[in-house]
């Protein structure tokens, strides 16, 4: 896929990190369809053809006219520092990076490398530039780790329980440091757990609605689990990146806790996804300790009240059409692939 330089353009320009991932490829539509130019780092460039991005990238109205993409990866700041000076971005929403919190145990180094120190040279890139240069970062719930007080607002104390949640605690008090020394427009968005037939499929949700609409096709026979009991705060990836771009139309930067304020277990999750085909989930959920986390964080839900008063953000979806939606867009998409793979007589 041929990778365009951007022209000179009356619109909002606004470059996106992680463009390939689950936000990023709502928040370009979003940007989209609010009259930008949006330019996408892109890290493996073999992204573009497996991810939610695809049908966008492959649109010749829109890929080299209103959307460009960048080869670049945030542990190389020369790059980074080059495509600033080439995008001369208004808004950046830096959303890339290693972002499983299972698999930052595993791989520390990295996870810190990525998410903490590659946001650092981030903000240097945006100090560089001359013009003012409005940031998003994509801060996490899993900065207050083991929890001080329930639900958190944005003065909860920080207490991380995973390498991940380290990484992001550092970031967001960088930035923090940038914002008050350098005056930088930067925002910092303490979202909760946001979920769409877009998440990959290494998180609990999305490993379960696509397990449950292989069961309900015939194509699995069990849905194995770590900790059932666990809960988090989820809402819907296209209200939460609603929630990014309103964060840098606000006159001043500021940090938001994004999140729906209610909690559900995983057990919950799984219930209300095999009740939408029609299943027992009695039948078909089995247990695994392996898959339990060293550390969970407690009691995580998010008080969105200053979002709400200040920028007058709401959730648009319940957890019910969530999981709805989840289960039968998994389902529509086994069926079409395992249509394909059955050769028609
Ligand atoms: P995601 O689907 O995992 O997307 C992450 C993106 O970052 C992908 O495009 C990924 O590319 C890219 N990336 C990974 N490592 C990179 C590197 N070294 N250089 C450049 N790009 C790299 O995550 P998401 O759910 O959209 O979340 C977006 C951001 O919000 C993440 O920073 C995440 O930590 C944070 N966040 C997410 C949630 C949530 O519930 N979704 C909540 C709070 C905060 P590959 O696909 O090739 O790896
Ligand atoms: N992934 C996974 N796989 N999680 C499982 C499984 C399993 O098989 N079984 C139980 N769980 C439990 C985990 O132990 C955790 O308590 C919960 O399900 C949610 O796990 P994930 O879906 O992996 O999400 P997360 O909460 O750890 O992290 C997500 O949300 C954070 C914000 O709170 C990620 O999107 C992070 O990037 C984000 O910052």
Aim: charged share 20%; with cysteine; glycine share 8%.
């Amino acid at each position: 896929m041929p990778i365009m330089q951007n022209a000179p353009s009356a619109r909002p320009i606004a470059l996106i990190t992680g463009i390939t991932g689950q936000d990023g490829s709502y928040l370009t539509e979003l940007l989209l369809s609010k009259g930008y130019e949006v330019h996408g780092l892109v890290w493996r460039p073999s992204d573009l053809d497996i991810s939610f991005i695809k049908p966008l990238a492959n649109n010749p109205e829109i890929t080299g006219k209103t959307l460009f993409f960048h080869y670049g990866d945030l542990a190389d700041g020369q790059t980074l520092r080059r495509t600033f000076q080439e995008v001369t971005p208004q808004e950046v929403y830096h959303l890339g990076g290693q972002s499983h919190v299972g698999r930052s145990f595993e791989i520390p180094e990295s996870t810190c490398e990525e998410v903490g120190m590659a946001s650092l040279r981030l903000l240097e890139s945006s100090r560089a530039l001359a013009g003012s240069v409005k940031i998003y970062l994509a801060s996490t719930a899993e900065v207050f780790g083991a929890a001080a007080e329930t639900p958190q607002t944005e003065e909860t104390k920080f207490r991380p329980t995973s390498p991940y949640g380290c990484a992001k605690a550092f970031m967001t008090q960088i930035s923090r440091v940038y914002r008050e020394s350098y005056g930088i427009f930067v925002c910092n968005g303490i979202l909760y757990n946001h979920e769409s037939p877009r998440r990959g499929e290494a998180f609990v949700t999305r490993k379960i609605t696509r397990t449950v609409a292989a069961i309900k096709l015939g194509l699995a026979d069990k849905l194995t689990l770590g900790n059932t009991q666990s809960r988090r705060d989820w809402g819907h990836a296209q209200d939460y990146v609603r929630a990014m771009w309103m964060m840098l139309q606000h006159s001043r930067p500021d940090d938001y806790i994004v999140a729906t304020g209610v909690t559900h277990s995983v057990q919950e999750f799984v219930e209300a996804a095999f009740a939408v085909v029609g299943l027992p989930w009695e039948k078909y959920l089995v247990t695994d300790s392996a898959l339990e986390r060293r550390l969970e964080p407690t009691q995580l839900v998010g008080n969105p009240a200053k979002i709400q008063q200040t920028l007058g953000w709401r959730a648009g979806h319940s957890f019910e059409e969530l999981v709805r939606e989840m289960v039968q867009a998994d389902l529509a998409d086994l069926a079409s692939k395992n249509a394909e793979a059955v050769p028609s007589k």
